[in-house]
């Protein structure tokens, strides 16, 4: 039973404009939320995170929201740059869970030049 | 420092036969992961190693497979025998577990195909 879950396979969006992958889980327990990138042939790639204690986190062009109520999070890249195509995968872990990290199906996102 | 080490890279071998699939984690990381990636799950775990130990192994898929952790820096994701739905891209992980939380250092992967 996939605990993470991105609906969305795909995703184009033109350069400058903004990117917004989206994530959903069903296990309340998850208190931590991660967000990799990953390119072909390489292995994925921390990208940024959030606690449960928060709502927002920032870092440069990418900022991550979550809303626990909905169970609900969501990464937005502005502006967004070709280098940014790659398959964003959303991750999902609880301390309860000895930090075993839950990942969804990944979008891919193309930036168009 | 050079991450986490996968070998082999790639790997072709017959229906029935035994893989080795190989991980040198991060010096000083205490967490080992390996994940399998599919299409239609994305990054699934396999087993989770704390301070060498085996702690989940709930996502083996079936008794064919198997995983090591001897030392530190050393772990092995044994397939045996192997069959041609074994084919994906495995990767392993590895993270230092200390209270506050980490993320998780993936390889470069090593992708399985099982003709």
């Known amino acids: 039973d996939q605990q993470v879950k991105q609906n969305s396979p795909s995703l184009s969006v033109q350069e400058g404009r903004i990117s917004i992958l989206n994530c959903d889980y069903t296990?309340?327990?998850?208190?931590?939320f991660l967000w990799y990138k990953k390119y072909p042939a390489e292995g994925p790639t921390f990208l940024i995170s959030i606690s449960s204690i928060k709502d927002k986190n920032e870092d440069g062009r990418f900022t991550v929201f979550l809303n626990k109520s909905a169970k609900h999070l969501s990464l937005h890249i502005v502006p967004s740059q070709p280098g940014d195509s790659a398959v964003y995968f959303c991750?999902?872990?609880?301390?309860?869970?000895?930090?075993?990290?839950?990942f969804g199906t990944g979008t891919r996102l193309t930036v168009i030049p | 420092d050079a991450g986490v080490i996968q070998s082999p890279r790639h790997e072709v071998t017959e229906m029935g036969q035994e893989v080795t699939l190989r991980c040198k984690p991060i010096?000083?990381?205490?967490?080992l992961f390996w994940y399998r990636q599919t299409m239609m799950r994305g990054l699934e775990l396999l087993i989770y190693?704390?301070?060498?130990?085996?702690?989940?192994d709930s996502g083996m898929p079936e008794d064919r497979f198997s995983a090591k952790m001897p030392n530190a820096s050393f772990s092995t994701l044994k397939i045996q025998p192997s069959e041609p739905r074994d084919s994906a891209v495995y990767f392993c992980?590895?993270?230092?577990?200390?209270?506050?939380?980490?993320?998780?250092?993936f390889g470069q992967g090593t992708r399985l195909t099982v003709v």
């Open positions: 190693f704390n301070n060498n130990v085996p702690i989940d």
């Open positions: 992980a590895s993270s230092l577990i200390q209270g506050a939380r980490t993320e998780a250092f």
């Open positions: 991750a999902a872990s609880a301390i309860t869970g000895a930090n075993n990290l839950f």
């Open positions: 010096s000083g990381h205490n967490s």
């Open positions: 296990n309340s327990m998850f208190d931590y």
